[in-house]
């Protein structure tokens, strides 16, 4: 059975940061573009950042680049997000997914919900003021 396993939110103030991680096991998704949305209370779920299966292609949301960065370790079949300088309005849930269909990212796909085939529960990030 597929799992993805999200970690490493929490209460933080603004300007600090964490680092989330997502483990997935069940099978290896090395070779799949693996990415991070958030749902904020009242909000719909948006798109945050992807990766490619390499690790060596990635894409942001505007509204966090230059802030978050993703990252994979394909031999620990883990994705991360490093979440620096955090604003009120990142608080959120933060889910990891896979796109079991494709490799690389780019184009309208990796931002929408529907290209991801697997889904993490969720980690809570609250920022304060």
């Known amino acids: 059975q597929v799992q993805l396993v999200e970690s490493g939110g929490g209460l933080v103030q603004a300007g600090g940061f964490l680092r989330l991680s997502c483990a997935a096991s069940?099978?290896?998704?090395?070779?799949?573009?693996m990415g991070w949305f958030r749902q904020a209370p009242g909000k719909e779920r948006e798109f945050v950042a992807a990766?490619?299966?390499?690790?060596?292609?990635?894409y942001y949301a505007d509204s966090v680049k230059g802030r978050f960065t993703i990252s994979r370790d394909n031999a620990k079949n883990t994705v991360y997000l490093q979440l620096n300088s955090l604003k009120v309005e990142d608080t959120a849930v933060y889910f990891c997914?896979?796109?079991?269909?494709?490799?690389?990212?780019?184009?309208?796909?990796?931002?929408?919900?529907?290209?991801?085939?697997?889904w993490g529960q969720g980690t809570q990030v609250t920022v304060s003021s």
């Open positions: 997914a896979v796109d079991g269909s494709r490799s690389l990212v780019g184009g309208t796909y990796s931002l929408q919900e529907k290209s991801y085939d697997y």
């Open positions: 069940g099978r290896s998704f090395s070779t799949y573009v």
């Open positions: 990766i490619s299966f390499s690790g060596y292609s990635t």
